[in-house]
Each structure stands twice: as C-alpha cells, then as structure tokens.
C-alpha cells in the first residue's frame, strides 16, 4: 500500500494567516492526489482533485500544488469557516489511501 | 443533487452480525462504484472496499478482506456493508461514498452522513 505523511499533525493560526500543509507519498502518485476537509462532527468534503482542480462551490482561498510524491495545500487567508481536519489521498493505484489529518484551528 | 443517505447509529454486542445502508439518489445509480470507510474514534480514513452497483463485483482491502460484505440492491439504489461477528474493534463511524472520476482522476464525493457502530458487551 502507498502510504500517505501529512504534516504538521495539528496547527493554530489567526485569522488571515497563509496556512500550509503538506503531503508525501512513499512512491511516485503522479498527481492522484485529493483533498478533504472533515469539519467536526460532519463527513469529509471534498476540496481539491488531481492535485490542483477546486471543487464546485469551495471557496478560492484553497489551492493545491505539487506532482510525484509530495504534495501541498493552502488557505490563502484562514478563515473561522476552515477549522477542521485537512486529509490528502491518493488515487494512484489500489487501495485508496489517506493522510493521517491536520488538525486546524483558530488562535 | 446527488446524495448519500446512510442508516441510523446502531449498538450491538460482541459476536453479532449487523448489516448497515446507503441509499443513493440524484443520479445514475449503475454508473458509478460506491466504496465504504472507515473512521475509527479520533482517527484517520480507512479504505474498505468497494462495489460496483452494474454487476455487484467488489474490491476488498486486505485490512477488511473477509470480515466485512458489501452488496448491493440495484432495485433501491443502496449498497450495504454486513458484518456476520463484531468485534469490540469495529466500533467506528463508517462512511459510503461515491466514486467520481475525470480521465484518468477519481475521487469520493460525496459521502454519506455516516454511521456510528458501536461494539460493547
């Protein structure tokens, strides 16, 4: 199995800030790469696909980057609306597998 | 809209079988596979397996092979995850989710609400 590090594993920012997460595969994923926002309490919501394609309806301050094994998301200017858990995923090859989470919260 | 309405948390003991839900609607049901996750208390996503509701073949992880069953109902539009004898460590919040794709690219979405399986004698 292609296993997935997202790093940091929880982060506190301000309102406004650039906030950064990471993902890194064990082995080349091309850019079978997605995003997922869990808010507490709620099942994931997709954010990003292939790396760097916005979900219908997510707001633009999200965006991705990256190609073969690492990977990045950010929120351009935290908002309260983006506290939750951030996973990444690959779709590279069978099974499915996910980052651990970041926890992201508000200062 | 496209939606995934899963069944209602559930208790059970040690050793019983349960079958859990997800009804599908908005869309072509056959056109897409359904997969099922896992999400233990406090922890990251885990991927079951999956089915594709056309011909009910499925795919396992090696992690759930043999454990769980996941079919489907084409007549209803609803995929089920069973269990023939739980364990303590399958209480989690289990997730369905749809598989959508682009060329090459798929991904889930949506997912379903969820639902909370707890195992506790």
């Known amino acids: 199995d292609i296993q997935m590090t997202q790093s940091p594993s929880s982060l506190s920012a301000s309102v406004g800030d650039r906030v950064t997460i990471t993902c890194q595969a064990s082995q080349d994923i091309s850019n079978y790469l997605n995003w997922y926002q869990q808010k507490p309490g709620k099942a994931p919501k997709l954010l990003i696909y292939a790396v760097s394609s916005l979900q219908s309806g997510v707001p633009s301050r999200f965006s991705g980057s990256g190609s073969g094994t690492d990977f990045t998301l950010t929120i351009s200017s935290l908002q309260r609306a983006d506290v939750g858990t951030y996973f990444c995923?690959?779709?590279?090859?069978?099974?499915?597998?996910f980052g651990q989470g970041t926890r992201v919260e508000i200062k | 809209e496209v939606q995934l309405v899963q069944s209602g948390a559930v208790m059970r003991k040690p050793g019983e079988s349960l079958t859990i839900s997800c009804k599908a609607s908005?869309?072509?049901?056959?056109?897409?596979?359904i997969s099922w996750l896992r999400q233990m208390p406090g922890k990251g996503l885990e991927w079951m397996g999956r089915i594709d509701p056309s011909d009910s073949y499925t795919n396992y992880s090696p992690s759930f092979q043999g454990h769980v069953t996941i079919t489907v109902d084409r007549s209803i539009s609803t995929v089920y995850l069973q269990w023939r004898s739980l364990k303590a460590s399958d209480t989690a919040i289990y997730y369905c989710?749809?598989?959508?794709?682009?060329?090459?690219?798929?991904?889930?979405?949506?997912w379903g609400q969820g639902t909370l399986v707890t195992v506790s004698s």
């Open positions: 989710a749809k598989r959508s794709e682009a060329g090459a690219h798929n991904w889930f979405d949506p």
């Open positions: 908005g869309y072509t049901f056959t056109d897409y596979w």
């Open positions: 995923q690959q779709s590279n090859s069978l099974p499915p597998t």
